[in-house]
C-alpha cells in the first residue's frame, strides 16, 4: 500500500496512522488482535470508514483485551449489532469473537499472538495466508497481506523515499531479516 503515502501524510484522518502505526513492529497482543481485528472490519470497505469508526469500536470490544472478547456471548453479540459506532456485520463480529478464543490458545503453545507470529517468520505471503486461514476466521489475502505490513512482518507499507520508511527501518521490522527473495521483486508475493 506503498500508495498510502501519497495521500496519507498531512491528512487528519489517515496521517496519524500513516506516521505512527502503519509498518512499525508490534508485538502487544491486544495492539495486535485490534489491529487484526480492524482488517476483518475493513475487507470490502474504506480504511478511511474504519479509522473513523475505530475509537468506537474500540471501546466496544473492551480495548480489544482478548480475554474480555474471548468471553463474549449471544448478549455481547446483540449489543455489537446493535452498536452504530462500529462496522456491524455478523460475521465479522463472530470471527473476531471466535479469533480472541483463538489468540488465548495461542499462550500455551507459543506464549501469546506475538509468538505464534514470529514462530513462523520467515514465510511468504501465500504461505502467511495459508497459515492464516487455518488458524483464524476470515482471513483473506488482502486481510493478512495488511495485517502483517501493518506490524511489519511483509514489506511494502512505505516507499523507500517515505521519511516513515528510515523511522521503521532503524527498528529492525522482521520483514527486513528475511531473504528478500522470499517476497519478490514487486513486495510480498501474492
Not at 503515502?5 to 496512522?17: I, K, M, N, R, T
Not at 499472538?113 to 514465510?123: D, E, L, Q, S, Y
Amino acid at each position: 500500500m506503498s500508495w498510502y503515502c501519497d495521500v496519507a501524510p498531512g491528512d487528519p484522518l489517515h496521517g496519524p496512522y500513516h506516521d505512527h502505526e502503519y509498518g512499525f513492529p508490534l508485538t502487544d497482543e491486544a495492539a495486535l488482535f485490534e489491529r487484526q481485528s480492524l482488517e476483518i472490519f475493513q475487507a470490502g470497505l474504506s480504511w478511511g470508514l474504519v479509522l473513523r469508526k475505530r475509537p468506537t469500536t474500540v471501546a466496544a470490544f473492551d480495548g480489544f483485551a482478548v480475554d474480555a472478547v474471548a468471553g463474549y456471548g449471544d448478549a455481547d453479540v446483540a449489543r455489537l449489532l446493535a452498536d452504530p459506532g462500529i462496522i456491524r456485520n455478523r460475521l465479522k463480529v463472530a470471527a473476531i469473537i471466535e479469533n480472541a478464543r483463538r489468540i488465548r490458545a495461542l499462550r500455551d503453545s507459543h506464549g501469546g499472538f506475538a509468538g505464534w507470529i514470529a514462530a513462523h517468520h520467515p514465510r511468504s505471503k501465500a504461505e502467511w495466508v495459508a497459515l492464516f486461514r487455518k488458524t483464524f476466521k476470515f482471513q483473506g489475502g488482502e486481510v493478512v497481506g495488511e495485517f502483517l505490513m501493518s506490524i511489519g512482518y511483509l514489506p511494502g507499507s512505505h516507499r523507500e523515499d517515505c521519511p516513515v520508511y528510515a523511522r521503521i527501518q532503524a527498528q529492525d521490522p522482521p520483514w527486513m531479516t528475511a531473504d528478500p527473495a522470499l517476497y519478490g521483486p514487486d513486495g510480498p508475493a501474492k
